[in-house]
C-alpha cells in the first residue's frame, strides 16, 4: 500500500504492481505427509493428544499421494518440527502508524513459532518415525500445538502438518539429568584446533550431544543457543533457529551460523546451550581473521617433530575453497637442499589435511639424523606467495 500511495502515479499506471511472474506457479510439494500414531496410539480427529513437559514423544506417520493412499514406494528423508501453542506478539511500533488505535496501543497478533523439536528422519518404504523429549520451558497452560513436516526423495517432495496435539502440564515419569550438553565447536571445518586463522566471513559449527536433547524452545528467559563475539556485552546472538538434530537422532545435532565481515585480529567466542531439562554448558575459541585479500599462512609446524620414520606437515592459511600450490623445502644446517615435496590442495576450512614425508631426500636414501631446516610455501591463484621457515629432527 505504501509504495503504491508513495510513487505518485497516475491512477491509470498504478493498479497494479507485479512482485513476481503471474504465469509461474509456486513449486507446492505435490504428496502428502500424514500423522498416524503417538506413542503408539492411532491419531484421530475425535480425539487429541497431549505432549507434556519432559514427556517422551514418538511419532509415527507415512507419505501419501494426493487422495490419501500410501505411497510405499517412497524412500528419502523427512523434516518434522513440533511447534509448542501459539503466542501473542506486540508490535515495536517503530512506525507510529502501526499503533493498533488512536491510543497509541501497540497492534498484536498471534504466531506459533516457538520450536520444541527439529529434526530429520529417514523414511522407508513410505514409513517414518521419530522420538524426542517434550523440553521443560513448554507454558504447563494446554493449548494446541503443531507439528510441520516436509519430505523429500530426491525427485518428489511431500509436505503435511497435523494440529490436533495439545502442548501443556508435565510428566509424571521424568528422566533424570543433572548434566549439560557435550559440545565441539569450530570454524568452517572439523580441521579447526583453537587459535587457528580464518578469513572475515568464517562459519560457527557447534556439534552438540545430550541424553535428554538440546533446548531450543526460546520460552525460558536465557536458556537459549546464544553466541557472544568478543564478550561485547547483553546482546548475545540467539541460535535456536540454526539447530538441525542428527538424521533420526533427538540426542544429538549441529548449529551452523556463518559470521560476516569480522575485524581483522583476535576474536573470542562463548557459546552456550541448554538442554531440555535446563543443564547448561559453555565452550570458548579464540581465532583470527587475517583478510581475504591479503594471503595469510601461520601456524606451519610438522608433527611428529623429532620423528624417525614419517611426519606430517600442517600450516593455516584464509583462502578457504580457493585452490593453492604448496611447496616444502627440506635444507640442511649448511643450506643444502635434500627434498622438495610440491602439492596442490582445495579445502574447505582454513587447515588442509598434513601432507606426510617420509624423511627420504629426492633420490629415496634415508636422511641421517640431525636438525634440519624446512621452507614451507603457499601460492594462490593469482600467484601471491606466503612463506614460512621452521626446523625439523631427525632421530634414526
Not at 516457538?114 to 517414518?128: A, Q, V
Not at 508435565?170 to 583453537?194: A, R
Not at 611426519?311 to 580457493?322: I, P
Not at 611447496?327 to 622438495?340: H, W
Amino acid at each position: 500500500m505504501k509504495t503504491k500511495a508513495q510513487l505518485v502515479q497516475s491512477k491509470y499506471y498504478a493498479n497494479f504492481h507485479l512482485l513476481g511472474d503471474p504465469a509461474m506457479p509456486l513449486a507446492y510439494p505435490q504428496q502428502k505427509v500424514v500423522t498416524s500414531k503417538i506413542n503408539n496410539v492411532p491419531v484421530s480427529i475425535s480425539s487429541s493428544d497431549t505432549l507434556s513437559a519432559l514427556a517422551k514423544i514418538t511419532v509415527n506417520g507415512y507419505i501419501a499421494d494426493t487422495s490419501g493412499n500410501k505411497l510405499s514406494n517412497f524412500n528419502g528423508i523427512v523434516y518434522s518440527s513440533v511447534f509448542d501453542k501459539e503466542r501473542k506478539v506486540s508490535c515495536l511500533l517503530n512506525d507510529p502508524e502501526s499503533a493498533a488505535n488512536s491510543s497509541g496501543a501497540p497492534f498484536q497478533f498471534t504466531t506459533q513459532k516457538n520450536i520444541l523439536y527439529r529434526g530429520k528422519s529417514k523414511i522407508t518404504n513410505g514409513d517414518f518415525s521419530f522420538t524426542f523429549l517434550v523440553p521443560k520451558d513448554i507454558s504447563f497452560a494446554p493449548g494446541q500445538g503443531r507439528i510441520s513436516y516436509y519430505a523429500t526423495n530426491g525427485q518428489n517432495d511431500a509436505a503435511g502438518s497435523y494440529s490436533n496435539v495439545i502442548v501443556g502440564g508435565g510428566s509424571g515419569n521424568i528422566v533424570i539429568d543433572n548434566d549439560g550438553p557435550q559440545v565441539n565447536m569450530f570454524l568452517n571445518d572439523k580441521n579447526f584446533i583453537n587459535g587457528g586463522t580464518t578469513n572475515e566471513k568464517p562459519i560457527l559449527y557447534a556439534d552438540l550431544t545430550d541424553s535428554s536433547g538440546i533446548n531450543t524452545v526460546g520460552n525460558g528467559v536465557g536458556h537459549d543457543i546464544s553466541v557472544v563475539l568478543d564478550a561485547t556485552g547483553n546482546n548475545p546472538v540467539v541460535l535456536n533457529d540454526y539447530y538441525e538434530a542428527n538424521l533420526n537422532s533427538y540426542q544429538s545435532g549441529r548449529v551452523r551460523y556463518p559470521f560476516n565481515e569480522l575485524s581483522e585480529g583476535e576474536h573470542r567466542l562463548t557459546f552456550k546451550v541448554w538442554d531440555i531439562q535446563n543443564n547448561s554448558n559453555t565452550a570458548y575459541s579464540d581465532f583470527i581473521v587475517a583478510k581475504s585479500a591479503e594471503l595469510a599462512l601461520k601456524h606451519v609446524l610438522n608433527y611428529p617433530n623429532p620423528f624417525t620414520t614419517r611426519t606430517k606437515f600442517f600450516f593455516e592459511h584464509n583462502q578457504a575453497c580457493n585452490p593453492l600450490k604448496v611447496t616444502i623445502q627440506v635444507f640442511t644446517i649448511s643450506g643444502k637442499a635434500v627434498k622438495t615435496i610440491q602439492q596442490s590442495i582445495t579445502c574447505e576450512g582454513f587447515r588442509p589435511e598434513g601432507i606426510e614425508w617420509d624423511g627420504k631426500d629426492d633420490y629415496g636414501d634415508k636422511l641421517g639424523r640431525g636438525v634440519y631446516i624446512y621452507k614451507l610455501a603457499i601460492l594462490d591463484i593469482d600467484n601471491k606467495k606466503a612463506e614460512k621457515i621452521e626446523k625439523l629432527v631427525i632421530l634414526n
